[in-house]
């Protein structure tokens, strides 16, 4: 009886064949509403809205490069594609499912019509996908820290996800009359799901499946990607159609437009994957480009006090924030340190997507380097960098140093931020407060012993202000190469290590 009850709107509407289109799209908005009202759909598209607020506050410490943000939006409407497949795949079936097939036959709707009802009904659910994405992005794009641009074709993964995966529900319900098809279907389609966003995107086969998430290193400049966004677009679209146009003819729709439209959009698909492929390839003129920006790159300087900043233009806006850093750390640094002029430039240290290859530290004295990333524990790294460079004079210097000039280096890196504890923490690479440890830094790491750490923690426990005092003060002694931890804890006012450091 169910059956008899979903095809009344349609039979109220073909009295005449003038009005056959607006019996398909009144079925086709019945379907839609049903599609979208089904237990799979609805639990697919609460878990898709709840991880978006979860995960978007968050994310990339709020400073995203929207270049990287876009691809962001991608991985969850597998979900609600998986879900929306199996539900328009059940609603084909539904006449076999309550044995109500025979009497479609009666209606003046042929079955190819009625098919391409069900393949419209999936728009609705590609749509709301699309607001979804729009909102992820847009809550992305309008956090203060933002930089970069975004790609249409990328945000258009999504929705068009969702959209090949109902047509082809509807075209697997048009050659499996069987309920179980889809289900056992999603197994397979969860595994390439899997392997696709998981795999580099270096090559043009990966490009088949239906996202690629290609990860590395920091965030590159938009123009340094060189992913075919828009032909994997073509290719997603161009499933999309041929599913529901193949479903169409296997539902008796022989006519010169269906069948056209399958060669249409067989070719619209192929063309699209082709296309990918060779785009996948990375061009002569994108290599170099790459390389220019990892040896010489076009950079946008900037004067701001007394440093100057240069970084990639979409990262210009962050200029601010970086010279806020830096005159913190050179406030509380004594001597020449305190007005020396330094020059921070961004710099990424791979020429690919995939590598995530540390950047090479600079000799020239007054050097630092910043990074793509912002934000949470690059924070600490960066004043890390900056301290390290005032300390030694040169980042090379930096990352070879043993002794107790590191004490200085750290107190200058950490006493300034709201929790200098936290930032010891984070800035460390295991994490801790107490004994040995690899410092993180935009080049190469430095390295504290466990009498440096102990010492840092003691002053990092003491108000900020006497022991600035100390800095100042003693500056030249506490920054001469070979000076001891015990030394430097002796001058700051503050209990030394329990025995020497094994690099002193």
């Known amino acids: 009886m169910s059956a008899v009850a979903v095809d009344a709107p349609v039979g109220a509407g073909t009295g005449a064949r003038g009005s056959s289109n607006g019996a398909l799209l009144a079925l086709a908005r019945f379907e839609a509403r049903r599609l979208l009202t089904r237990v799979p759909v609805v639990v697919a598209f609460v878990a898709y809205a709840a991880w978006i607020v979860w995960h978007t506050p968050g994310s990339w410490d709020g400073h995203p490069a929207l270049q990287e943000a876009d691809r962001d939006t991608?991985?969850?409407?597998?979900?609600?594609?998986?879900?929306?497949?199996?539900?328009?795949?059940?609603?084909?079936?539904?006449?076999?499912?309550?044995?109500?097939?025979?009497?479609?036959g009666v209606l003046a709707m042929p079955p190819w019509r009625r098919t391409a009802a069900h393949a419209l009904s999936v728009v609705p659910a590609a749509l709301l996908t699309a607001v979804c994405v729009g909102g992820q992005f847009t809550w992305e794009a309008l956090k203060p820290g933002a930089v970069g641009h975004g790609s249409p074709a990328e945000l258009a993964a999504g929705p068009l996800v969702v959209l090949a995966a109902g047509t082809i529900g509807v075209l697997v319900a048009s050659l499996v009359?069987?309920?179980?098809?889809?289900?056992?279907?999603?197994?397979?389609?969860?595994?390439?799901?899997?392997?696709?966003?998981?795999?580099?995107?270096?090559?043009?086969?990966?490009?088949?499946?239906?996202?690629v998430v290609q990860s590395g290193g920091d965030a590159l400049p938009s123009g340094l990607l060189g992913r075919p966004a828009a032909w994997h677009a073509l290719y997603l679209a161009g499933i999309a159609l041929c599913a529901a146009f193949l479903a169409l003819l296997r539902a008796g729709?022989?006519?010169?437009?269906?069948?056209?439209?399958?060669?249409?959009?067989?070719a619209l698909a192929v063309a699209g994957g082709v296309l990918q492929a060779r785009g996948a390839q990375p061009s002569p003129e994108l290599t170099a480009a790459r390389e220019r920006a990892v040896s010489d790159?076009?950079?946008?300087?900037?004067?701001?006090?007394?440093?100057?900043y240069c970084a990639f233009p979409e990262w210009a806006p962050r200029v601010g924030v970086w010279a806020g850093v830096v005159d913190r750390v050179q406030t509380l640094a004594g001597g020449t340190a305190r007005e020396r002029r330094l020059v921070v430039g961004q710099r990424i240290g791979a020429a690919d997507l995939v590598s995530d290859a540390a950047v090479p530290p600079r000799s020239e004295p007054g050097r630092v380097t910043v990074g793509t990333a912002w934000g949470g524990n690059r924070v600490p790294e960066f004043s890390s960098a900056v301290a390290a460079v005032l300390v030694t004079g040169s980042e090379k210097a930096g990352g070879e140093l043993c002794d107790g000039r590191m004490v200085t280096l750290m107190w200058l890196s950490?006493?300034?931020?709201?929790?200098?504890?936290?930032?010891?923490?984070?800035?460390?690479?295991?994490?801790?407060?107490?004994?040995?440890?690899?410092?993180?830094?935009?080049?190469?790491?430095?390295?504290?012993?466990?009498?440096?750490?102990?010492?840092v923690r003691r002053l990092l426990e003491k108000p900020a202000g006497g022991t600035g005092e100390r800095v100042k003060a003693h500056w030249d002694e506490l920054t001469e190469p070979g000076v001891t931890t015990a030394r430097a804890a002796e001058l700051l006012g503050v209990a030394g290590p329990r025995e020497a450091d094994s690099c002193e």
């Open 74 to 104: 991608q991985a969850m409407p597998m979900l609600v594609g998986l879900a929306v497949l199996v539900c328009a795949n059940f609603a084909v079936l539904r006449p076999v499912r309550h044995g109500t097939e025979q009497h479609l």
């Open 177 to 211: 009359r069987s309920p179980a098809a889809a289900p056992l279907l999603v197994v397979p389609l969860l595994y390439l799901l899997v392997l696709g966003s998981g795999s580099g995107g270096a090559d043009g086969v990966s490009w088949l499946a239906p996202v």
């Open 297 to 308: 790159p076009a950079l946008r300087c900037t004067e701001r006090g007394r440093s100057t």
């Open 253 to 266: 729709g022989r006519n010169v437009a269906v069948r056209t439209g399958v060669a249409l959009t067989l």
């Open 414 to 455: 950490l006493s300034w931020q709201d929790d200098p504890m936290d930032a010891l923490r984070r800035v460390r690479l295991d994490d801790s407060v107490s004994g040995s440890a690899i410092v993180l830094s935009p080049t190469e790491p430095l390295s504290m012993t466990e009498g440096q750490t102990d010492v």
